[in-house]
């Protein structure tokens, strides 16, 4: 036998009995390996940051507390004795009374309902507004854009509380109904421009990959290749800049409705209960301090996830 019939019939032994020399091992090297994606990178890394656990943990609880507030306190916080007026904790009055005798803590828990709301739904209408407008306006570029850019620039430019007041200003109607749905409506309004330019920019970018080029040339549309091939690519960074407007709009509704301009009593919000608490500081602090705590920590938890979540997703600190 040849000495390169020898060496030949040796590695063609060892690949059949593999790198452990067992019969039948398979060789691994050189095998390939499962592709990571972007979505499981931002999970991994996720699921090690403290602070989005946290940030998830506050949001949850939240979350609960305004679709269940029973869970949470018995007491109605529409019953009010001026007997107990600025009286200490006692049974499950937790933080004690307010100046109108109504349980301060029950009040806190259930104020997180129209807060979370007027937050969720804002969120959600500017999330529509902001991807309507940013596709459209990475998608056809040249004039359109330009149009649409220009809307954004002007829109962007008007302060966003100023503007509020406003138009809250003409608002007449007492219904809670129709006051938040106000306030929704011009939070939506003055506040997707940010929004509009993320979406803008990520579709920009998806337009020039080689699978919407190929749909193209397969025959597909304008629509088609919006909704099934631009618009997954869209989401993402969107819903991160959204998850952090949410936690900037429900401190807006709390401004506003401090101010007396956003939602009013008998509506039970943690703005108009921080007005009524600055006014009797003096005789107790307690019904200022538990809804200010429990305003600061929702929009804490909202812009902590938000950051954390678009940490995870940005491949430029990997």
């Keep these: 036998m040849s000495d390169f019939e020898t060496v030949a019939a040796s590695e063609n032994h060892t690949a059949r009995r593999g790198p452990s020399g067992e019969p039948g091992a398979p060789n691994q090297v050189g095998a390939p390996q499962k592709p990571r994606s ?34 949470f306190t018995a007491n109605d916080p529409r019953d009010c004795l001026l007997s107990r007026q600025h009286a200490g904790p006692s049974g499950g009055a937790l933080f004690g009374y307010d100046f109108q005798g109504c349980d301060t803590y029950s009040r806190a828990v259930h104020g997180a309902r129209a807060s979370l709301l007027v937050g969720a ?9 902001a991807l309507t407008v940013g ?11 330009a149009v649409l850019s220009r809307v954004i620039d002007i829109v962007l430019g008007i302060p966003l509380l100023l503007a509020a007041i406003v138009l809250l200003k003409r608002v007449n109607s007492d219904s809670a109904t129709v006051r938040i749905g106000a306030v ?27 699978y919407v080029a190929a749909a193209r040339m397969l025959g597909a549309g304008n629509g088609r290749i919006m909704l099934r091939h631009i618009l997954p690519n869209a989401l993402a960074p969107a819903i991160v800049v959204l998850t952090i407007a949410l936690g900037s709009f429900i401190a ?46 929702t929009v804490l938890a909202f812009i902590m996830l938000g950051d954390a979540v678009r940490d995870a997703f940005d491949p430029k600190l990997r």
């Design 252 to 297: 807006a509704e709390a401004t506003l409705s401090f101010l007396g301009i956003g939602l009013k009593a008998p509506t039970t919000s943690w703005g108009i209960d921080i007005d009524a608490g600055r006014v009797h500081m003096r005789e107790s602090a307690t019904p200022l301090v538990v809804p200010s705590t429990f305003l600061a920590l």
């Design 121 to 129: 739904l804002s969120a959600l209408l500017t999330g529509l507004i």
């Design 135 to 145: 596709m459209l306006a990475g998608y056809f570029g040249r004039w359109v854009d």
């Design 38 to 71: 972007l979505a499981g990178d931002a999970w991994r890394d996720l699921r090690r940051n403290p602070i989005f656990w946290i940030s998830l943990a506050l949001v949850v609880l939240v979350a609960a507390m305004a679709a269940f507030p029973g869970l």
């Design 184 to 210: 929704i409506f011009v939070l939506a309004v003055l506040g997707w421009t940010t929004g509009a330019r993320v979406v803008r920019s990520s579709v920009i970018t998806a337009k020039e990959q080689d």
